[in-house]
C-alpha cells in the first residue's frame, strides 16, 4: 500500500458503516488519512472498524438529503471522496425499489453535485457494480465496450448511478471515476442475506445451507481487501495519471456458479457438504463475470487472493464468530 500519498490527507467514505466502507474507513487510518464517514447508521457491531472510530469523524447522515451532504462537504473540504453508501441488498431493492432508488441514484446525483466546482476534490471514485452492466449473452464484462443496461430495480439503480459520473465528468470535467466488482467476500460483512456469509454462517452452525437460486448461476467472487487495494490505488492514481472519467472492473477473473462455490467452502471446511436447493430466486442476472485487465495494466493492479487464501481467511472469521 502507497503511505505517503494518504497521509494527512482529507478523505470522505460514504457508506463507512457498511462491509467495504468499514475495510476501506480502517485501512485510511491506517495510513494516516483524516478520515470523515457519512452513513445512515452508527456504531454498526460486529465490524471491522471496532476500535478504529475513535480516529475518525462519523456523521450520521442520508445521502440522499442534498443540503446535508453539501454542508458536509463544504466543512470538511475532502481532497478524496470514496462514495459507497448504497442499498446494496438486491433482495431489499426488490421489496422496496423506491428506497433504493433515493438511496443509490439520487444519493450519487447529490454527492457528484455537491462536489461541482468544488476545486479542493482531487478525485471522487464511485462504487458501481458488475450489476450496472445487467445481462449480456457475451461475457466477461468490459468496461469500454459492454453496455450498461440494469433490468431489475438494484441493477438499474447502477446503471444510472454510474451514468450519472459519465454526465457530471463530460459535462462539468467532475473528476470522477467508478469502480465495478461482482461479489466481494470477506471478514465483517453482516448481510446475512448474501450467499457467501450464508455460506459461512450455516456451515459454523452446522445448518442445511440454502441456495436460493438454481445453483447454476455464474457469478465472480473477489477477496475484500483486494477490492480495497484496488479503490486505494485508483483514488492514489487518478489525479497524477489523468483518469478521471474512466471506469474498473475490479476482479480475480476466475469464475464460478454457485454450486461449485458452496462446494469448495465445504471442502475447505473439511466437511461433507450440506445444502439444499430451493431455485426461488427472482429479478436475478443468471451469469455474471469481469475482464479486468484495464485495471492490471493501467492501475497495476491485481487480486492477491487465491480463492483458498481468501476463503480461509473469511472462514477463520465467521467460524470464530459463530461456531460455540
Ligand atoms: N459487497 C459486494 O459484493 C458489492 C459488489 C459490487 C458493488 N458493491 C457496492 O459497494 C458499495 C458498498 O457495498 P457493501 O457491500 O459495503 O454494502 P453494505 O450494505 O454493507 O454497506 C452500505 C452502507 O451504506 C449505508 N447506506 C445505505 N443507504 C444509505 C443512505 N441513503 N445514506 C447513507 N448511507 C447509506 C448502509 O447503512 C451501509 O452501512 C455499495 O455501493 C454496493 O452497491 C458491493
Given amino acids: 500500500m502507497p503511505k505517503s500519498f494518504w497521509k494527512n490527507k482529507k478523505v470522505l467514505v460514504t457508506g463507512y458503516e457498511g462491509f467495504l466502507g468499514s475495510w476501506l474507513a480502517k485501512t485510511l487510518v491506517e495510513l494516516g488519512s483524516r478520515v470523515v464517514g457519512i452513513d445512515i447508521i452508527k456504531d454498526r457491531p460486529h465490524s471491522v472498524l471496532e476500535g478504529y472510530r475513535k480516529r475518525?469523524?462519523?456523521?450520521?447522515?442520508?445521502?440522499?438529503?442534498?443540503?446535508?451532504?453539501?454542508?458536509?462537504?463544504?466543512?470538511?473540504?475532502?481532497?478524496?471522496?470514496f462514495h459507497l453508501a448504497a442499498e446494496a441488498i438486491?433482495?431489499?431493492?426488490?421489496?422496496?425499489?423506491?428506497?433504493?432508488?433515493?438511496?443509490?441514484?439520487?444519493?450519487?446525483?447529490?454527492?457528484?453535485?455537491?462536489?461541482?466546482?468544488?476545486?479542493?476534490?482531487?478525485?471522487?471514485v464511485v462504487a458501481s457494480s458488475d450489476k450496472a452492466y445487467g445481462p449480456h449473452?457475451?461475457?466477461?464484462?468490459?468496461?469500454?465496450?459492454?453496455?450498461?443496461?440494469?433490468?431489475?430495480?438494484?441493477?438499474?439503480?447502477?446503471?444510472?448511478?454510474?451514468?450519472?459520473?459519465?454526465?457530471?465528468?463530460?459535462?462539468f470535467k467532475l473528476p470522477v471515476c467508478v469502480t465495478r466488482c461482482g461479489n466481494i467476500y470477506g471478514p465483517g460483512d453482516n448481510n446475512f442475506s448474501r450467499l457467501m456469509p450464508d455460506l459461512f454462517r450455516s456451515i459454523a452452525r452446522n445448518k442445511t445451507f440454502m441456495i436460493r437460486s438454481?445453483?447454476?448461476?455464474?457469478?465472480?467472487?473477489?477477496?475484500?481487501?483486494?477490492?480495497?487495494?484496488?479503490?486505494?490505488?485508483?483514488?492514489?492514481?487518478?489525479?497524477?495519471?489523468?483518469?478521471?472519467?474512466?471506469?474498473?472492473?475490479?476482479?480475480?477473473?476466475?469464475?464460478?456458479?454457485?454450486?461449485s462455490m458452496v462446494k469448495t467452502v465445504y471442502k475447505l471446511a473439511g466437511k461433507k457438504p450440506n445444502y439444499k436447493i430451493l431455485n426461488s430466486t427472482c429479478n436475478e442476472i443468471k451469469d455474471q463475470y469481469l475482464c479486468s485487465s484495464k485495471a492490471k495494466r493501467i492501475l497495476s493492479w491485481k487480486a492477491r487472493y487465491e480463492l483458498s487464501k481468501g476463503l480461509n481467511k473469511a472462514m477463520g472469521y465467521y467460524m470464530n464468530r459463530f461456531s460455540r
Avoid at 56 to 81: F, G, M, Q, W, Y
Fill in 137 to 171: 449473452r457475451d461475457l466477461p464484462y468490459y468496461e469500454d465496450t459492454t453496455a450498461l443496461k440494469g433490468d431489475h430495480p438494484y441493477d438499474v439503480s447502477k446503471s444510472c448511478a454510474d451514468l450519472l459520473c459519465n454526465a457530471y465528468f463530460v459535462s
Fill in 56 to 81: 475518525l469523524v462519523s456523521i450520521k447522515a442520508d445521502v440522499s438529503n442534498l443540503s446535508l451532504v453539501r454542508k458536509t462537504v463544504i466543512e470538511h473540504r475532502p481532497s478524496v471522496i
Fill in 214 to 259: 438454481d445453483g447454476a448461476f455464474t457469478r465472480d467472487y473477489i477477496y475484500v481487501e483486494d477490492v480495497i487495494s484496488g479503490y486505494i490505488l485508483l483514488g492514489e492514481k487518478m489525479k497524477s495519471k489523468n483518469l478521471a472519467g474512466q471506469s474498473f472492473n475490479l476482479s480475480n477473473e476466475k469464475p464460478l456458479s454457485v454450486i
Fill in 90 to 124: 438486491v433482495g431489499r431493492a426488490n421489496i422496496d425499489p423506491v428506497r433504493a432508488f433515493k438511496s443509490n441514484i439520487e444519493g450519487t446525483w447529490n454527492i457528484l453535485e455537491a462536489s461541482r466546482g468544488m476545486k479542493f476534490i482531487d478525485s471522487i
